[in-house]
Protein backbone atom coordinates (compact mmCIF):
# COMPACT_ATOMS: atom_id res chain seq x y z
CA UNK A 1 0.00 0.00 0.00
CA UNK A 2 1.28 3.58 -0.63
CA UNK A 3 1.84 5.44 2.15
CA UNK A 4 3.79 8.00 4.36
CA UNK A 5 4.39 6.94 7.39
CA UNK A 6 5.54 9.37 10.66
CA UNK A 7 6.53 8.38 14.16
CA UNK A 8 5.65 9.28 17.06
CA UNK A 9 2.23 10.13 16.49
CA UNK A 10 2.11 11.72 19.95
CA UNK A 11 4.82 13.51 21.62
CA UNK A 12 5.41 15.48 24.82
CA UNK A 13 8.22 17.09 25.71
CA UNK A 14 10.29 19.50 27.51
CA UNK A 15 11.93 22.74 26.37
CA UNK A 16 15.22 22.10 25.17
CA UNK A 17 15.10 18.60 24.48
CA UNK A 18 16.28 17.85 21.29
CA UNK A 19 13.90 15.36 19.26
CA UNK A 20 13.60 13.54 15.86
CA UNK A 21 10.49 13.24 13.73
CA UNK A 22 10.63 10.22 11.59
CA UNK A 23 9.05 10.45 8.27
CA UNK A 24 9.37 7.61 5.29
CA UNK A 25 7.62 6.90 2.18
CA UNK A 26 7.30 4.27 -0.15
CA UNK A 27 6.21 5.49 -3.30
CA UNK A 28 9.72 6.38 -4.60
CA UNK A 29 8.50 10.34 -4.93
CA UNK A 30 11.67 12.80 -5.38
CA UNK A 31 10.15 15.84 -3.49
CA UNK A 32 9.49 15.55 0.18
CA UNK A 33 7.93 18.46 2.74
CA UNK A 34 7.36 19.37 6.20
CA UNK A 35 4.34 20.80 7.34
CA UNK A 36 3.04 22.51 10.86
CA UNK A 37 -0.70 22.99 11.35
CA UNK A 38 -2.15 25.44 13.23
CA UNK A 39 -5.72 26.76 14.01
CA UNK A 40 -6.75 29.27 12.19
CA UNK A 41 -3.48 29.60 10.09
CA UNK A 42 -3.74 26.35 8.07
CA UNK A 43 -0.83 24.48 7.17
CA UNK A 44 2.98 25.91 6.55
CA UNK A 45 5.88 24.40 4.80
CA UNK A 46 8.37 24.53 7.30
CA UNK A 47 10.99 23.08 4.66
CA UNK A 48 11.14 20.73 1.59
CA UNK A 49 13.28 18.41 0.02
CA UNK A 50 13.77 18.10 -3.83
CA UNK A 51 15.64 14.96 -4.32
CA UNK A 52 18.77 13.19 -1.88
CA UNK A 53 21.02 15.87 -0.17
CA UNK A 54 18.46 18.50 -1.64
CA UNK A 55 16.78 20.42 1.04
CA UNK A 56 15.38 24.07 1.17
CA UNK A 57 13.49 26.64 3.87
CA UNK A 58 10.15 26.84 3.58
CA UNK A 59 7.76 29.20 5.03
CA UNK A 60 8.49 28.80 8.84
CA UNK A 61 11.64 27.21 8.97
CA UNK A 62 13.49 28.59 12.30
CA UNK A 63 14.07 26.28 14.86
CA UNK A 64 14.17 23.48 12.56
CA UNK A 65 16.54 21.34 10.61
CA UNK A 66 15.88 18.25 8.64
CA UNK A 67 17.96 15.99 6.26
CA UNK A 68 17.82 14.15 3.16
CA UNK A 69 20.23 11.12 2.91
CA UNK A 70 18.13 8.40 1.84
CA UNK A 71 15.07 8.81 -0.65
CA UNK A 72 12.79 7.36 1.30
CA UNK A 73 13.24 9.33 4.76
CA UNK A 74 12.86 12.97 5.50
CA UNK A 75 13.33 13.17 9.33
CA UNK A 76 12.41 16.29 10.97
CA UNK A 77 14.90 17.33 13.64
CA UNK A 78 13.94 19.93 16.93
CA UNK A 79 17.95 20.74 18.25
CA UNK A 80 15.88 22.78 20.64
CA UNK A 81 12.26 23.03 20.90
CA UNK A 82 10.56 25.60 22.59
CA UNK A 83 6.38 26.33 23.12
CA UNK A 84 5.52 27.91 20.76
CA UNK A 85 6.59 24.60 18.49
CA UNK A 86 3.54 23.17 19.77
CA UNK A 87 1.72 21.93 16.83
CA UNK A 88 0.60 19.48 14.42
CA UNK A 89 2.93 18.31 12.01
CA UNK A 90 2.69 17.03 8.34
CA UNK A 91 5.18 14.85 6.28
CA UNK A 92 4.21 15.01 2.33
CA UNK A 93 5.66 13.40 -0.74
CA UNK A 94 4.58 14.09 -4.00
CA UNK A 95 6.86 12.63 -7.39
CA UNK A 96 8.15 14.49 -10.55
CA UNK A 97 6.43 12.46 -12.76
CA UNK A 98 2.80 13.20 -14.73
CA UNK A 99 1.20 12.82 -11.61
CA UNK A 100 3.50 15.76 -9.73
CA UNK A 101 1.22 17.99 -8.47
CA UNK A 102 -0.26 15.03 -5.98
CA UNK A 103 0.78 15.16 -2.44
CA UNK A 104 0.42 12.51 -0.33
CA UNK A 105 0.53 12.95 3.10
CA UNK A 106 1.21 11.24 6.24
CA UNK A 107 -0.82 10.86 9.47
CA UNK A 108 0.05 14.02 11.16
CA UNK A 109 2.34 13.63 14.61
CA UNK A 110 1.03 16.17 17.75
CA UNK A 111 3.82 17.74 19.28
CA UNK A 112 3.45 19.60 22.71
CA UNK A 113 6.53 21.25 23.99
CA UNK A 114 6.25 22.25 27.91
CA UNK B 1 3.48 35.58 -3.34
CA UNK B 2 0.40 33.05 -3.42
CA UNK B 3 -2.32 33.07 -0.54
CA UNK B 4 -5.68 31.26 -0.03
CA UNK B 5 -8.79 32.77 1.59
CA UNK B 6 -11.62 30.71 3.35
CA UNK B 7 -13.65 33.26 4.92
CA UNK B 8 -16.15 30.91 7.29
CA UNK B 9 -14.45 29.57 10.22
CA UNK B 10 -17.18 27.22 10.52
CA UNK B 11 -20.42 26.11 8.01
CA UNK B 12 -23.41 24.69 9.75
CA UNK B 13 -25.87 23.06 7.58
CA UNK B 14 -28.78 20.18 8.10
CA UNK B 15 -28.38 16.44 6.48
CA UNK B 16 -29.58 16.28 3.07
CA UNK B 17 -28.85 20.05 2.39
CA UNK B 18 -26.51 21.52 0.21
CA UNK B 19 -23.31 21.69 1.38
CA UNK B 20 -21.12 24.81 0.52
CA UNK B 21 -17.65 26.08 1.99
CA UNK B 22 -16.21 29.02 0.13
CA UNK B 23 -12.29 29.60 -1.12
CA UNK B 24 -10.55 32.46 -2.87
CA UNK B 25 -6.97 32.47 -4.00
CA UNK B 26 -4.18 34.42 -5.43
CA UNK B 27 -1.51 33.44 -6.93
CA UNK B 28 0.73 34.59 -10.14
CA UNK B 29 -0.23 32.20 -13.66
CA UNK B 30 -2.76 29.83 -13.24
CA UNK B 31 -3.38 27.69 -10.16
CA UNK B 32 -3.31 24.37 -9.09
CA UNK B 33 -6.23 24.54 -6.52
CA UNK B 34 -7.12 21.75 -4.17
CA UNK B 35 -9.63 20.52 -1.77
CA UNK B 36 -8.40 18.13 1.19
CA UNK B 37 -10.52 17.25 3.94
CA UNK B 38 -9.21 16.48 7.59
CA UNK B 39 -11.53 14.03 10.02
CA UNK B 40 -10.36 14.20 13.84
CA UNK B 41 -7.12 12.44 14.65
CA UNK B 42 -6.43 11.63 11.09
CA UNK B 43 -4.45 13.22 8.50
CA UNK B 44 -5.24 14.78 5.17
CA UNK B 45 -6.95 13.18 2.51
CA UNK B 46 -7.30 14.56 -0.91
CA UNK B 47 -10.55 15.33 -2.32
CA UNK B 48 -10.66 16.97 -5.81
CA UNK B 49 -8.38 19.07 -7.42
CA UNK B 50 -8.27 21.84 -10.72
CA UNK B 51 -5.36 21.59 -13.43
CA UNK B 52 -7.17 22.87 -16.40
CA UNK B 53 -9.99 21.94 -18.08
CA UNK B 54 -13.33 21.85 -17.45
CA UNK B 55 -14.25 24.50 -14.68
CA UNK B 56 -16.32 22.20 -12.58
CA UNK B 57 -14.37 19.05 -11.07
CA UNK B 58 -15.61 15.63 -9.17
CA UNK B 59 -13.60 14.34 -6.40
CA UNK B 60 -14.36 11.78 -3.65
CA UNK B 61 -17.71 11.57 -1.30
CA UNK B 62 -19.86 13.13 -3.66
CA UNK B 63 -18.14 16.61 -3.39
CA UNK B 64 -17.47 18.54 -6.70
CA UNK B 65 -15.96 21.99 -7.22
CA UNK B 66 -16.04 25.03 -9.50
CA UNK B 67 -13.34 27.01 -10.80
CA UNK B 68 -14.27 30.80 -11.23
CA UNK B 69 -11.17 32.31 -12.89
CA UNK B 70 -13.04 36.04 -12.68
CA UNK B 71 -13.53 35.65 -9.00
CA UNK B 72 -10.80 33.67 -8.44
CA UNK B 73 -12.87 31.17 -6.18
CA UNK B 74 -12.98 27.92 -6.29
CA UNK B 75 -15.98 26.76 -3.68
CA UNK B 76 -16.41 23.24 -2.88
CA UNK B 77 -19.96 21.71 -3.04
CA UNK B 78 -21.90 18.52 -2.22
CA UNK B 79 -25.83 18.36 -2.85
CA UNK B 80 -26.69 16.84 0.00
CA UNK B 81 -24.57 16.75 3.17
CA UNK B 82 -24.19 14.08 5.36
CA UNK B 83 -23.42 13.92 9.25
CA UNK B 84 -20.44 11.92 8.29
CA UNK B 85 -19.40 15.02 6.22
CA UNK B 86 -18.21 16.82 9.53
CA UNK B 87 -14.87 17.48 9.26
CA UNK B 88 -12.02 20.15 8.78
CA UNK B 89 -11.74 21.01 4.94
CA UNK B 90 -8.55 23.10 3.89
CA UNK B 91 -8.56 24.68 0.65
CA UNK B 92 -4.82 24.88 -1.21
CA UNK B 93 -3.69 26.58 -3.98
CA UNK B 94 0.09 25.88 -5.90
CA UNK B 95 1.98 27.84 -8.27
CA UNK B 96 2.26 26.67 -11.70
CA UNK B 97 5.74 26.90 -11.95
CA UNK B 98 7.24 23.31 -12.52
CA UNK B 99 9.41 22.07 -9.38
CA UNK B 100 7.89 24.86 -7.14
CA UNK B 101 9.10 24.69 -3.84
CA UNK B 102 8.88 20.85 -3.81
CA UNK B 103 5.93 20.93 -5.07
CA UNK B 104 4.14 23.57 -2.05
CA UNK B 105 0.78 23.69 -1.09
CA UNK B 106 -0.33 27.03 0.14
CA UNK B 107 -3.05 26.18 2.55
CA UNK B 108 -6.00 28.66 3.58
CA UNK B 109 -6.92 28.48 7.13
CA UNK B 110 -9.37 25.33 7.42
CA UNK B 111 -13.16 25.46 7.50
CA UNK B 112 -15.36 23.55 10.19
CA UNK B 113 -18.22 22.13 8.50
CA UNK B 114 -20.88 20.66 11.25
CA UNK B 115 -23.50 18.80 9.92
CA UNK B 116 -26.39 17.85 12.02
CA UNK B 117 -29.26 15.15 11.95
Known amino acids: EAQVTQNPRYLITVTGKKLTVTCSQN?????MSWYRQDPGLGLRQIYYSMNVEVTDKGDVPEGYKVSRKEKRNFPLILESPSPNQTSLYFC?????????????FGPGTRLTVT | AQSVAQPEDQVNVAEGNPLTVKCTYSVSGNPYLFWYVQYPNRGLQFLLKYITGDNLVKGSYGFEAEFNKSQTSFHLKKPSALVSDSALYFCAVRAPMIKAAGNKLTFGGGTRVLVKP
Open chain 1, 27 to 31: MNHEY
Open chain 1, 92 to 104: ASSSTGKSYYEQY
